[in-house]
């Protein structure tokens, strides 16, 4: 079964580390570990919120755009994982070694949807 691992990081400090510590061999530990496991079906990270662009529709089909969300939060949608695992138990056990869990970040967690062809 697929599932999304949707990545919500605390901020990137200036050094490239995350308030955790973490740092960009610790990302590339858990992508290989991901890909060696052959759970890997898709993934990316993505680039700083402030290139974000919000896009709504009002009811009369007028389009609304906008630079960035601006939610205050202290995490953002930094990435995601798309794994295909028996279950959900093995997804939550990638979702825990994930860096992007620890020092105040979370991984949310959701099947992906699969529509017949």
């Known amino acids: 079964m697929k599932y999304m691992l949707m990545i919500h990081s605390a901020a990137t400090e ?3 580390a995350t ?3 973490c740092t960009i061999d ?3 530990a858990y992508d290989k570990a991901v890909h060696e496991a052959g759970i890997w079906v898709a993934g990316h990270s993505l680039a700083d919120l402030t290139t ?3 896009v709504r529709v009002g009811p009369a089909g007028e389009r609304t755009v906008v630079d960035g ?3 205050e939060t202290r995490e953002v949608l930094g990435g ?3 794994i295909d695992v028996p279950d959900l138990d093995v997804a939550l056990d990638w979702a825990a070694r994930c860096p992007g869990a620890r020092g105040g970040g979370s991984i949310v967690v959701r099947p992906v949807a699969e529509f017949g062809a």
């Open 14 to 16: 200036d050094s490239g």
């Open 19 to 21: 308030a955790d510590g």
């Open 26 to 28: 610790d990302w590339t």
């Open 52 to 54: 974000a662009t919000t």
């Open 69 to 71: 969300p601006f939610a």
């Open 80 to 82: 995601y994982y798309v």
